[in-house]
C-alpha cells in the first residue's frame, strides 16, 4: 500500500474497523482511476470528501475532522 493508504487504514481502523477503511481507500483510489497503492498526498481532497460521507452519519463532525487532521499530518 502507499503511504496514504497505510496512513488512512491506521487511522481509521481503530473506529470503523480496517476493512471499513481500506474500502473507503479503494473507493477513493477507483474514483480517481488509481488503485490505492497508487494514491499520493494530491489525491487528500478525493479521500477527504469520501472519509466525510463515510463517517458524517454516525461521527460528530469534530471527529471526523480531527481523523481528516491526523492523517493528514502523518503524509
Same mark, same amino acid.
Given at each position: 500500500?502507499?503511504?496514504?493508504?497505510?496512513?488512512?487504514v491506521?487511522?481509521?481502523?481503530?473506529?470503523?474497523?480496517?476493512?471499513?477503511?481500506?474500502?473507503? #481507500?479503494?473507493? /477513493? +483510489?477507483?474514483?480517481?482511476?488509481?488503485? &490505492? !497503492?497508487?494514491?499520493?498526498?494530491?489525491?487528500?481532497?478525493?479521500l477527504?470528501?469520501?472519509?466525510?460521507?463515510?463517517?458524517?452519519? #454516525?461521527?460528530? /463532525? +469534530?471527529?471526523?475532522?480531527?481523523?481528516? &487532521? !491526523?492523517?493528514e499530518?502523518?503524509?
Amino acid at each position: 500500500m502507499s503511504t496514504l493508504s497505510d496512513r488512512v487504514v491506521s487511522t481509521l481502523g481503530p473506529y470503523v474497523g480496517d476493512t471499513v477503511a481500506d474500502t473507503c #481507500v479503494r473507493a /477513493t +483510489a477507483l474514483s480517481l482511476g488509481k488503485t &490505492a !497503492d497508487d494514491l499520493t498526498p494530491s489525491d487528500f481532497p478525493t479521500l477527504e470528501a469520501n472519509v466525510r460521507r463515510l463517517l458524517g452519519p #454516525v461521527a460528530p /463532525t +469534530a471527529v471526523v475532522d480531527q481523523l481528516l &487532521a !491526523d492523517i493528514e499530518r502523518g503524509l
